[in-house]
Structures are given as C-alpha cells and as structure tokens.
C-alpha cells in the first residue's frame, strides 16, 4: 500500500550541503512516524533523525545534531533532510523509512515501510 521513493544523493566535498527527498504515496505523512538512516561499508544502520508527522518533535543523532534537519511538506507528501556542512564521515547509504503504527516517534523503533537508498559521498 505505501511506497518510499528516495531522491537527491550525490557526491559532494565535505562543508557542503545536500537535500534528501523521500516521496510517499499510498498514506499520508501526517499521520507517520518517518526517520532517516545510514549504513556505512563496515558499520551497523544509524538512525538520523526522525520526525511525527502530526506536529510531535524531532529527533536528531548526535553525530548530525545542529548539522541535519528532518522535515516534511504534508502537501507533498514528502520527506526531507536538509544536509549542511558535512563531513567526510557522513559518507553513507542513506535510507528513509516510515511506519504508521502507534508507537514512540523515534530511530530505535520498528519502520515497516522502507526507500530504496541513495548513496552520499562526502570528498575530504
């Protein structure tokens, strides 16, 4: 019923900005929990960031906090992380995920609904 469609992965050097987009169709963000991960040759899935799609609050990980911001246009229907003065160790695939059931708006907890990843490099 839902689809995640992921858009705006790029190559860039690192202090610069990107913008990640994550289409929904079939249910509506306003009544979602979505979240941002990123999973690193090597590494385990990080949880980014996540947001409520009915005014609740954001969640950022340490390592983006005050670097990444999560939002989402419920007109659109769409997902966001703004991407600014990044690192070389933001360098992942980066995935957005959403879940509607009631539970805690967070990166810890169970995303049903998954994008299909977009690649981010970050050049030193």
């Known amino acids: 019923r839902v689809q995640l469609v992921e858009s705006g992965g790029g190559s860039v050097q690192a202090g610069g900005s990107l913008r990640l987009s994550c289409a929904a169709s079939g249910a509506s963000l306003r009544w979602a929990c979505m979240g941002w991960f990123r999973q690193a040759p090597g590494k385990e899935r990080e949880g980014v960031a996540s947001?409520?799609?009915?005014?609740?609050?954001?969640y950022y990980a340490d390592s983006v906090k005050g670097r990444f911001t999560i939002s989402q246009d419920n007109a659109k229907n769409t997902l966001y992380l703004q991407m600014d003065s990044l690192k070389f160790e933001d360098t992942a695939m980066y995935y957005c995920a959403g879940d509607w059931s009631r539970a805690d708006c967070n990166t810890r907890r169970l995303y049903y609904y998954w994008g299909q990843g977009n690649q981010v490099t970050v050049s030193s």
């Open positions: 947001i409520y799609g009915d005014g609740g609050s954001t």
